[in-house]
């Protein structure tokens, strides 16, 4: 047993703990805080707050190659466009390159204390990536299908290659892309999936650009002309004249299990709609921006009580993987969001939404030892203010756990 002493000690279950302890073995956490108070601790980290490690609950990391390769936007479906044409121009599945810079990425997350990743993926090159590099998490293998075809087959097909992939520490699940490139026969196979898997999460991106909500208000806009240019319009398709979160709450996929991904355009009713099934909101403000969609509503998602999540989504859309730097961006949108509200959301309630809470996302007893050191300056007398002001990966290591 190695017992660990920190400047602070973040548990995410309480205040934090001048001079708190935490005590690994075996890669588990086996005693923490009063436990410890008569334990003369074998590593005492000066200037150093200990907490869990992140969970970035949406990220693309087949996507690494095209860092920087679409520049930011103020349309969205245009920057849509860009990426798709720059998507065809490579064979991701066999480009070296695409698998290189995913490796990139995983050691980039691990080295911005990511512990847990929720990862979405066409080509599932990444689960044996994560796999191999040691960060866990889940990679839900996304699926798009918007014209007439049989859906049933299609996830049917997704979950064998998802399960053939699939390890304790690296789930995989099946996953619907967005409202306006889902049929609603795919959105109900994807669901009858998950009910067959009672343990599977999954995802889906919602209400990200305004030309999403113009596509469901009227059935009409980029998307339909995007959809038609594709030749995967479907004729049968009406619109629901309703929001996106209304349209995919009606059509029964949300719930505790269902990761929303984005939540830019969202009001009142429509957060009322994801608190009442248990949906877990995930916020990516700094892709919301680079892309166009403009920016959440962080302080109306908190205010509702909806479970909030954070990710960075792809480095085609973000500087970086750190997540700290998307706390930054939330607290600047947020302002008044107490800290450690902020802070919960991307351990607690991100590990919570891709199942995996019960080994990751607090300091407690019998998880997972993902403990996280950052330097914290002398002088700061909040820690969960100071750490969601942006912590720069020069001054964040793990906690050895061996011992
Ligand atoms: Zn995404």
């Given at each position: 047993m190695t017992v660990v002493e920190g400047a602070w000690l973040l548990t995410m279950a309480g205040e934090p703990v001048r001079g708190g302890r935490v005590a690994v073995a075996d890669g588990r956490i086996v005693a923490v805080g009063e436990a410890l108070a008569d334990r003369e601790p074998d590593l005492r980290l000066d200037g150093m707050a200990l907490l869990p490690g992140l969970v970035?609950?949406?990220?693309?990391?087949?996507?690494?190659?095209?860092?920087?390769a679409v520049p930011p936007s103020d349309s969205f479906a245009s920057w849509v466009a860009q990426l798709m044409a720059a998507r065809r121009a490579v064979d991701e599945l066999a480009a070296p390159e695409v698998s290189r810079a995913a490796e990139r990425a995983i050691g980039a997350l691990r080295a911005s204390g990511t512990a847990v990743v929720g990862d979405v993926s066409n080509t599932l090159i990444t689960p044996p990536l994560l796999q191999s590099h040691g960060l866990a998490g889940v990679v839900f293998h996304e699926l798009l299908g918007f014209g007439p075809g049989d859906r049933v087959a299609q996830v049917r097909d997704a979950r064998a290659r998802a399960e053939a992939l699939a390890t304790d520490t690296v789930r995989v699940s099946v996953a619907a892309h967005a409202p306006y490139s889902v049929s609603p026969a795919l959105f109900a196979a994807i669901r009858e999936d998950l009910g067959a898997h009672p343990g599977a999460v999954s995802t889906v991106h919602v209400a990200e650009g305004p030309e999403e909500c113009e596509f469901l208000r009227t059935g009409e806009g980029p998307w339909r002309e995007t959809l038609h240019a594709l030749g995967?319009?479907?004729?049968?398709w009406e619109p629901p004249r309703t929001s996106p979160i209304a349209y995919l709450d009606d059509l029964g996929l949300f719930d505790g299990r269902v990761l929303a991904v984005h939540g830019v355009h969202v009001d009142g009713p429509d957060l009322a709609r994801l608190r009442a099934s248990g949906t877990t909101l995930a916020a990516c403000p700094r892709s919301n921006r680079w892309v166009g969609a403009g920016s959440p509503p962080i302080d109306a998602f908190y205010a509702s009580h909806v479970p909030v999540a954070f990710g960075t989504d792809s480095l085609a859309s973000a500087p970086d993987l750190n997540l700290f730097s998307e706390l930054a961006q939330a607290r600047r949108l947020a302002?008044?969001?107490?800290a450690r509200w902020l802070l919960e959301s991307a351990t607690q309630v991100g590990a919570d939404a891709l199942g995996l809470g019960g080994m990751f996302g607090s300091l407690d007893v019998g998880k997972q030892a993902a403990v996280l050191a950052v330097r914290v300056p002398e002088g700061v007398t909040d820690p969960e203010e100071y750490l969601v002001s942006g912590i720069d990966p020069s001054a964040i290591s793990w906690v050895p756990v061996h011992g």
């Amino acid at each position: 047993m190695t017992v660990v002493e920190g400047a602070w000690l973040l548990t995410m279950a309480g205040e934090p703990v001048r001079g708190g302890r935490v005590a690994v073995a075996d890669g588990r956490i086996v005693a923490v805080g009063e436990a410890l108070a008569d334990r003369e601790p074998d590593l005492r980290l000066d200037g150093m707050a200990l907490l869990p490690g992140l969970v970035n609950v949406h990220t693309h990391l087949e996507l690494s190659y095209l860092a920087g390769a679409v520049p930011p936007s103020d349309s969205f479906a245009s920057w849509v466009a860009q990426l798709m044409a720059a998507r065809r121009a490579v064979d991701e599945l066999a480009a070296p390159e695409v698998s290189r810079a995913a490796e990139r990425a995983i050691g980039a997350l691990r080295a911005s204390g990511t512990a847990v990743v929720g990862d979405v993926s066409n080509t599932l090159i990444t689960p044996p990536l994560l796999q191999s590099h040691g960060l866990a998490g889940v990679v839900f293998h996304e699926l798009l299908g918007f014209g007439p075809g049989d859906r049933v087959a299609q996830v049917r097909d997704a979950r064998a290659r998802a399960e053939a992939l699939a390890t304790d520490t690296v789930r995989v699940s099946v996953a619907a892309h967005a409202p306006y490139s889902v049929s609603p026969a795919l959105f109900a196979a994807i669901r009858e999936d998950l009910g067959a898997h009672p343990g599977a999460v999954s995802t889906v991106h919602v209400a990200e650009g305004p030309e999403e909500c113009e596509f469901l208000r009227t059935g009409e806009g980029p998307w339909r002309e995007t959809l038609h240019a594709l030749g995967v319009w479907n004729p049968e398709w009406e619109p629901p004249r309703t929001s996106p979160i209304a349209y995919l709450d009606d059509l029964g996929l949300f719930d505790g299990r269902v990761l929303a991904v984005h939540g830019v355009h969202v009001d009142g009713p429509d957060l009322a709609r994801l608190r009442a099934s248990g949906t877990t909101l995930a916020a990516c403000p700094r892709s919301n921006r680079w892309v166009g969609a403009g920016s959440p509503p962080i302080d109306a998602f908190y205010a509702s009580h909806v479970p909030v999540a954070f990710g960075t989504d792809s480095l085609a859309s973000a500087p970086d993987l750190n997540l700290f730097s998307e706390l930054a961006q939330a607290r600047r949108l947020a302002p008044r969001v107490p800290a450690r509200w902020l802070l919960e959301s991307a351990t607690q309630v991100g590990a919570d939404a891709l199942g995996l809470g019960g080994m990751f996302g607090s300091l407690d007893v019998g998880k997972q030892a993902a403990v996280l050191a950052v330097r914290v300056p002398e002088g700061v007398t909040d820690p969960e203010e100071y750490l969601v002001s942006g912590i720069d990966p020069s001054a964040i290591s793990w906690v050895p756990v061996h011992g």
